[in-house]
């Protein structure tokens, strides 16, 4: 309101000696403010949700206490936010409620087969809806995403059925791809691997793993010689030739072999019987002392 100052404080003194420091201002006419006003004056506004960003369904609703805890993706476009979400779709008709379907994407053929054909409607733009909600025709749940109850954050991350699922669906843009690999590569790190920082004032530096903490690494520089608390997504892991890791990405899942080489952040590994190249989000180490994919 015109002419006035508001300030949070415990105690009406607090507010007193706070406009003490104002010189203009009467220090006698203070006032609390009544809450039936608070909601006129206190005003947050959402932050701005980034294009191919993840976010995490709260999921406190019964209609998407299915989805609790998922991770899905939002699509901007001009004034309107899309979330896509993994369907949890029962796989027949009948299922008990409390049952929780697991995530795949949405084949229209298989919804028909299970449900009959009238239980699917074409919509708009190759979408398809079913038991009224809409899905891609890629098979994604596309959901209107201002005003869902869901978690944003840059330390939000998919979980691995989830992060192949997205990519089978063809929906990702190559830069998200490659963030989201980076950020599912740092989210690995732990104590004495080798690291390569990306960001901030120290890009470019080589350096190990002290402690991890929430969202951020202790990394120990060698070329400084000290110490920084640096944020995971400004770390990748720095895999050498000569490391033995194991590969956690489809197709070769569970295929152990060694780093024989690298070119612009894709991995050579051999063993015995293949020589095959991965991205370094797909690999783990097999000793404590080697870097994480």
Same mark, same amino acid.
């Given at each position: 309101?015109?002419?006035?100052?508001?300030?949070?404080?415990? +105690?009406? %003194? #607090?507010?007193?000696?706070?406009?003490?420091?104002?010189?203009?201002?009467?220090?006698?006419?203070?006032?609390?403010?009544?809450?039936? #006003?608070?909601? &006129?004056?206190?005003?947050?506004?959402?932050?701005?949700?980034? &294009?191919?960003?993840? $976010?995490?369904?709260?999921?406190?609703?019964?209609?998407? *206490?299915?989805?609790?805890?998922?991770?899905?993706?939002? #699509?901007?476009?001009? @004034?309107?936010?899309?979330?896509?979400? $993994?369907?949890?779709?029962?796989?027949?008709?009948?299922?008990?409620?409390? =049952?929780?379907?697991?995530? $795949?994407?949405?084949?229209?053929? +298989?919804?028909?087969?299970?449900?009959?054909?009238?239980?699917?409607?074409?919509?708009?733009?190759?979408?398809?809806?079913?038991?009224?909600? +809409?899905? +891609?025709?890629?098979?994604?749940?596309?959901?209107?995403?201002?005003?869902?109850?869901?978690?944003?954050?840059?330390?939000?991350?998919?979980?691995?059925?989830?992060?192949?699922?997205?990519? #089978?669906?063809? !929906?990702?843009?190559?830069?998200?791809?490659?963030?989201?690999?980076?950020?599912?590569?740092?989210?690995?790190?732990?104590?004495? =691997?080798?690291? *390569?920082?990306?960001?901030?004032?120290?890009?470019?530096?080589?350096?190990?793993?002290?402690?991890?903490?929430?969202?951020?690494?202790?990394?120990? !520089?060698?070329?400084? =010689?000290?110490?920084?608390? !640096?944020? @995971?997504?400004?770390?990748?892991?720095?895999?050498?030739?000569?490391? %033995?890791? *194991? $590969?956690?990405?489809?197709? &070769?899942?569970?295929?152990?072999?060694?780093?024989?080489?690298?070119?612009?952040?894709?991995?050579?590994?051999?063993?015995?019987? *293949?020589?095959?190249?991965?991205?370094?989000? /797909?690999?783990?180490?097999?000793?404590?002392?080697?870097? !994480? /994919?």
């Amino acid at each position: 309101m015109p002419g006035r100052i508001y300030a949070e404080v415990s +105690t009406i %003194e #607090e507010a007193r000696q706070l406009a003490k420091a104002i010189g203009d201002l009467n220090t006698q006419v203070l006032r609390p403010v009544p809450s039936e #006003e608070l909601r &006129h004056i206190l005003r947050v506004s959402a932050p701005a949700v980034k &294009h191919q960003s993840w $976010v995490r369904v709260r999921g406190v609703t019964k209609a998407w *206490k299915h989805y609790r805890s998922d991770v899905g993706l939002v #699509e901007t476009s001009g @004034q309107k936010n899309i979330l896509l979400l $993994v369907p949890r779709i029962p796989a027949a008709p009948g299922l008990p409620s409390q =049952d929780r379907p697991a995530q $795949v994407l949405a084949q229209r053929q +298989t919804i028909v087969a299970n449900f009959g054909p009238d239980a699917v409607c074409d919509g708009k733009n190759n979408t398809f809806s079913f038991q009224r909600r +809409t899905y +891609t025709d890629k098979g994604l749940l596309m959901v209107d995403y201002d005003g869902f109850d869901a978690i944003s954050g840059c330390n939000i991350l998919p979980s691995m059925l989830e992060w192949n699922l997205f990519k #089978e669906s063809g !929906i990702l843009e190559s830069n998200a791809i490659s963030q989201t690999e980076s950020a599912i590569l740092a989210s690995r790190l732990k104590p004495q =691997d080798r690291v *390569k920082i990306v960001g901030g004032s120290m890009q470019g530096l080589l350096g190990i793993v002290v402690e991890v903490c929430e969202g951020e690494c202790v990394v120990h !520089i060698p070329s400084q =010689d000290l110490s920084e608390a !640096i944020p @995971q997504y400004q770390l990748r892991a720095d895999f050498r030739v000569g490391d %033995e890791v *194991k $590969v956690v990405s489809p197709l &070769h899942a569970g295929l152990i072999a060694r780093v024989v080489g690298e070119n612009n952040g894709r991995f050579k590994i051999i063993n015995l019987l *293949k020589e095959i190249e991965v991205r370094a989000w /797909g690999l783990f180490p097999i000793l404590a002392n080697l870097v !994480i /994919g």
